[in-house]
């Protein structure tokens, strides 16, 4: 109310001492804004969808600990959804390796292991320069748009240690890379390890990985696709899964 009395030129004033005044609270804010938004599932995302993610991101951060024994009426009223899309949401699940569906069992989360954890590995290293170099090389001006707002997410995520923050956004790090690769072959296999490889990181980033560097590797793929570098993001994608591999070895 008080602007009403002010004159113009005073006004003027104050928006030009505005924009000279230091954005780093501003900036983090922003980019704190855009980790949730990559987090969250599309506005058009479909029922089954929503529960899919909802439901891999309870496994992977182990709130559905391996072994756990699951009930589509509990999950779907955990989740406040219909049976249905849960139903739909765990068979997704089981093509993912996430769970196990038993006849006359049941559904139980999947147990992890390490030795296959490092065969898995051995695939994701092959998968991942090939689909790092591809979105370099055929990603869209949107898509670079936000492999820079993921590396800043990512890169924010380090500076805080933050590692909720980061497992989001490792997530739609590895579907962007998988769309803008443009290699359904690629994508279609890849899709069946991030979650894996997500929920062992889970289990073990606290006592063994440096989320620091992992976040920062990461960062690096993302910025080498933005500025379509195919060579440097190749190059990024090795050093961020030979870091991988050794988190993987260490936990033994």
């Not at 439901?55 to 989740?79: D, F, H, M, N, Y």
């Amino acid at each position: 109310m008080a602007d009403k009395h002010k004159r113009p030129e005073d006004l003027q004033g104050q928006r030009q001492a505005a924009s000279k005044r230091p954005r780093s609270a501003a900036v983090s804010a922003e980019r704190s804004r855009k980790t949730s938004r990559l987090a969250s599932p599309p506005s058009d995302a479909t029922m089954t969808d929503k529960a899919y993610a909802l439901l891999e991101e309870l496994i992977v951060t182990l709130q559905l600990a391996p072994g756990a024994v699951l009930s589509e009426v509990v999950l779907a009223k955990r989740l406040s959804t219909g049976r249905t899309p849960v139903r739909e949401a765990l068979q997704r699940l089981s093509r993912d390796g996430l769970v196990n569906i038993l006849p006359r069992r049941g559904v139980l989360v999947s147990d992890m292991d390490l030795s296959a954890q490092l065969r898995l590995l051995e695939v994701r290293r092959e998968l991942e320069r090939l689909m790092a170099r591809g979105a370099a090389k055929r990603a869209t001006l949107d898509e670079r748009k936000e492999f820079t707002e993921i590396a800043q997410g990512m890169r924010l995520a380090a500076e805080k240690e933050d590692g909720l923050a980061f497992m989001r956004l490792d997530q739609q790090f590895n579907l962007s890379i998988s769309v803008a690769s443009r290699n359904e072959f690629a994508s279609r296999s890849m899709g069946l390890m991030h979650g894996l490889s997500r929920r062992f990181w889970y289990q073990h980033y606290k006592q063994a990985a440096d989320l620091p560097l992992a976040a920062r590797l990461h960062a690096e793929v993302a910025e080498a696709v933005a500025a379509e570098n195919i060579e440097a993001a190749g190059a990024a994608s090795d050093a961020l899964m030979a870091y991988i591999e050794s988190f993987a070895r260490s936990t033994l």
